[in-house]
């Protein structure tokens, strides 16, 4: 019915060609949170292990259980660990990213209560994105915290709010710069510096030269970088594809779909798709905003997007019933087809419904 085709080889060409953005010595997080941008997790870790990763990110520790549980030993971060899941994240050997005070403390309880010393740990700065993360001022409490037996610091990182713009961004600079000063006094208050890293997928391409110890690849893995210039070295891994459940002539004045979405100012040949918004086609992609490809011809979704089926206006396509139609792929982007959603890649490949099938492809 619906397909998410992965093709394992392409994530192989992404992994190497962000690898030729980096220094031999700068490890590559592969970040798989939100079953790895939809695809997959477990499959998707397991590759990425096989290539040549060297740590996973996950979001919740909830993920990276649920990767612990199919057999995956490989260092996992948790960028943003909650209270109520530290005692997990423990027993499944999990590393948090401790942003605020509070869960410092709640750590630090954790740690003591189980009686657990030297645990890996990650040092989250907020430089600018006003998300999560302890302010620069917060320094030398962290280094003072950090003396205790409980905590090995593996890293101190922080996120950039707009990796992506073009150069020079007056809010990256910023951002770095303050970056590097709190990687001044982490480097000066010990003899063992943790690894630093400030880079997601789009820095890798746009800040090499701040890629420090490591950097933190999500989208990019998948074959989507923000900017069509890196987008072009890369390969998509995931396609989309649906088949044509029935076709419909619609006479002219007559209207598709529900609330009278779309009144057909001729008589049109309408197909309908076994997918809708609850698989993640959200309603902004209707009323012609969006197209598929169908033969190589693009046809436009038509009308409100219903919750399990949606409509496509195919006149002039010589098609039929059980035809192959194309969301996006390889060959057409999902960022462009994103767009005409007025979102970006990332929430459409993470907000693909588990009725889609994922097959995989080595
Ligand atoms: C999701 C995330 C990333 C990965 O970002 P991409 O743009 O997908 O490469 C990196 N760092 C943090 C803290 C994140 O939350």
Redesign the pocket.
């Known amino acids: 019915m619906n397909t998410l085709n992965i093709y394992l080889s392409n994530l192989n060409h992404n992994y190497e060609c962000i690898r030729k953005q980096l220094r031999n010595s700068t490890q590559c997080i592969g970040?798989v949170?939100a079953n790895a941008y939809g695809g997959q997790s477990i499959e998707i870790a397991k590759r990425l292990i096989q290539i040549g990763i060297d740590k996973l990110a996950v979001?919740y520790a909830e993920e990276g259980i649920q990767l612990r549980n199919h057999g995956i030993k490989t260092p996992i971060m948790v960028?943003y660990p909650q209270k109520d899941s530290l005692a997990d994240l423990i027993t499944f050997d999990l590393e948090p990213c401790i942003y605020s005070r509070n869960m410092f403390l709640a750590l630090e309880q954790q740690l003591n209560l189980l009686q657990v010393k030297n645990y890996p740990i990650h040092i989250k700065y907020n430089t600018g994105l006003n998300r999560v993360g302890f302010p620069s001022s917060d320094v030398n409490w962290v280094l003072d915290k950090i003396k205790q037996p409980y905590f090995k610091l593996e890293s101190v990182y922080s996120?950039l709010a707009a990796s992506e713009e073009e150069r020079p961004s007056n809010g990256c600079l910023q951002q770095i710069e303050q970056f590097e000063k709190i990687k001044k006094e982490h480097t000066q208050a010990t003899k063992s510096p943790p690894k630093f890293h400030l880079l997601?997928?789009?820095g890798i391409f746009n800040y090499p030269e701040y890629q420090y110890d490591a950097v933190?690849?999500?989208?990019?893995l998948h074959g989507y970088a923000n900017q069509p210039k890196w987008d072009r070295l890369l390969k998509p891994i995931a396609e989309l594809k649906s088949k044509i459940s029935q076709i419909h002539q619609v006479q002219k004045g007559a209207a598709v779909g529900y609330n009278n979405g779309w009144v057909v100012p001729k008589t049109s040949r309408i197909a309908t798709l076994p997918l809708g918004h609850a698989d993640g086609i959200g309603r902004h992609f209707g009323h012609h905003r969006a197209s598929v490809l169908i033969q190589g011809k693009k046809a436009p979704l038509v009308g409100n997007i219903c919750m399990d089926m949606l409509m496509i206006d195919i006149s002039g396509i010589d098609c039929e019933e059980g035809d192959e139609v194309s969301f996006f792929g390889p060959s057409n982007s999902a960022e462009i087809f994103a767009a005409q959603g007025s979102t970006i890649s990332y929430e459409l490949l993470t907000g693909l419904g588990p009725r889609i099938k994922r097959i995989f492809h080595q």
């Open positions: 970040v949170k979001a960028f996120h997601n997928s789009s933190r690849c999500g989208i990019a």
